[in-house]
């Protein structure tokens, strides 16, 4: 038998890649490749690659010239480009950079076998295409090897909201949901193998509506069907568009025993009026109102959140209402971005904000959640609390995992194994991190 060719995935941008990444590596594990932690002794080299800002984008063509001296030494190392600028740029990526052999986009993953097959006999391969089949049910064939205690789950793809900044709903294409049996069966899959907590994944999540039995299903739907899953632990969603938030879906975050009380739900603007410029379809109000059903349903809901600062026309007015919006949500975690204009979105044809004004928003917004994010993990102290552990620690002995809220958490433990969920009483906060202690 010959040696298994080895396989370097390189992934950035949102957990849909690391999703992705997986399914590649398994299609590609039926052609003989194993994965290696290190682009220098590849046969192939996978960047999975993200479009969103431009920084992102740029990453990939800095990453490519890096593999010059690998690729003059083995000719025969194959280097292929997955993924959302993939889809952006397509064959534009080979005319900057020749070295490419392969590009494939999001939704063609399937492929890679064939793709694969076409690169190693000295062709180029590309495919962009947005085909009518699903991608996961072709790549389903995954070897049933152990994981880790967490995983994703891709439940949902693409967007069709079309927010004035945002690529995704051209590198991603329109909203498709799976099949509810099919998810239920990968995720049954997922707990034989030994996972406990599962975070379902789309672009747009809540609006999740898979064929399923009787018609179609909501995303509570489906999440109560996977809380009667045994072995599953906790069930997490992202991300979360505000206009989705169904009532049933709030109503699941008080009532639904596994689905753990965090959540992901982006507002990007407090100003109205950029909201209205960003075609978010929803206002500060209409956001606040949904927080406080939230919270009415689970009191103790951390929330999350994403901010753009700078996008074009926001006035220092403007800037004060989202710094507002996010004094009145009260947020656990938020991510704050310069806006970046992106080929082909609406805003970027519109005047722009001089870059010393961004920054100086970003650097103010960034101040606030700081001190948000700290207040909220402080706060966690002389709580008692659900640790799901992942790993062991920087210290002899001790064990770390994320609490139900998603902070980690580090414990001094005998006996704590990788996967155990426990309980926990915070007793101290760190910089980032919590310090707990087993509760007998
Ligand atoms: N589907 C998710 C977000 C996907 S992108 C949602 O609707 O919330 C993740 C985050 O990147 C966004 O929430 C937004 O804050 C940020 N983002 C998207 N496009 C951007 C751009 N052009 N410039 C800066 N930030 C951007
Ligand atoms: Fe982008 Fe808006 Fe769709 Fe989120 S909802 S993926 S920000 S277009
Ligand atoms: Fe980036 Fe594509 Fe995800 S643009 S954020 S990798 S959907």
């Known amino acids: 038998m010959s040696e298994a060719k080895k396989l370097y995935i390189k992934t950035y941008g949102c957990q849909m890649n690391v999703y992705d990444s997986e399914r590649m590596a398994e299609a590609l594990g039926g052609q003989g490749y194993v994965e290696t932690q290190s682009p220098d002794d590849a046969d192939m080299i996978l960047l999975n690659t993200c479009h969103i800002r431009e920084k992102a984008a740029e990453k990939v063509y800095s990453e490519l010239g ?4 690998l690729k003059a030494a083995k000719p025969d190392l194959k280097i292929g480009v997955a993924g959302c600028v993939a889809q952006a740029e397509g064959e534009e990526i080979m005319r900057r950079q020749p070295m490419v052999d392969l590009v494939v986009g999001p939704q063609s993953y399937h492929r890679l076998p064939e793709l694969e097959a076409k690169a190693r006999s000295g062709e180029k391969a590309l495919d962009t295409d947005f085909p009518e089949e699903d991608k996961f049910e072709v790549l389903k064939n995954r070897p049933k090897a152990k994981r880790g205690p967490t995983a994703f789950l891709t439940v949902q793809e693409g967007c069709d909201k079309f927010c004035a900044f945002c690529v ?10 799976r099949p509810a049996d099919r998810i239920l069966t990968e995720a049954r899959d997922l707990v034989e193998r030994g996972v406990r907590e599962i975070t379902l994944l789309g672009q747009n999540v809540n609006a999740y509506h898979g064929a399923g039995e009787g018609g179609d299903w909501s995303l509570a739907r489906l999440i109560w069907a996977l809380n009667d899953i ?12 505000p206009n989705d938030m169904t009532d049933d ?9 596994k689905l753990m009380p965090y959540l992901h739900l982006p507002v990007q603007s407090g100003s109205d009026r950029i909201l209205k410029r960003m075609n978010r379809q929803h206002t500060a109000d209409s956001y606040l109102k949904i927080i406080e059903k939230l919270r009415d349903a689970r009191p103790d809901l951390l929330l999350s959140g994403d901010f753009i600062v700078g996008f074009p026309e926001e006035t220092e007015e403007d800037f004060q209402d989202t710094l507002d919006i ?3 949500s009260n947020y656990g975690y938020a991510y704050s971005f310069k806006y970046s204009t992106r080929p082909g979105t609406p805003a970027a044809e519109r005047d722009q904000l001089p870059e010393d004004v961004k920054d100086d928003r970003l650097q103010r917004v960034q101040a606030l959640i700081t001190q948000q994010q700290k207040a909220a993990q402080d706060a966690m102290v002389g709580k ?11 210290l002899p002995g001790q064990m770390v995992g994320k609490s139900d809220h998603l902070h980690a958490v580090h414990v001094q433990g005998e006996g704590i194994q990788t996967g155990d969920l426990r309980r926990v009483r915070i007793v101290d906060s760190g910089r980032n991190s919590l310090a707990g202690a087993l509760v007998a």
Not at 66 to 69: A, D, H, I, N, P
Not at 384 to 394: A, D, H, I, Q, Y
């Open 66 to 69: 890096r593999y010059k001296g």
């Open 168 to 177: 995704v709903p051209y590198t991603r294409g329109a909203e498709v949901s």
């Open 230 to 241: 045994d072995g599953l632990e906790r069930i997490r969603f992202t991300t979360s568009h």
């Open 249 to 257: 879906l709030i109503e699941a975050h008080g009532t639904c025993p």
């Open 326 to 328: 996010i004094r009145a």
């Open 384 to 394: 008692e609390v659900g640790v799901l552990f992942e790993k062991p620690g920087r």
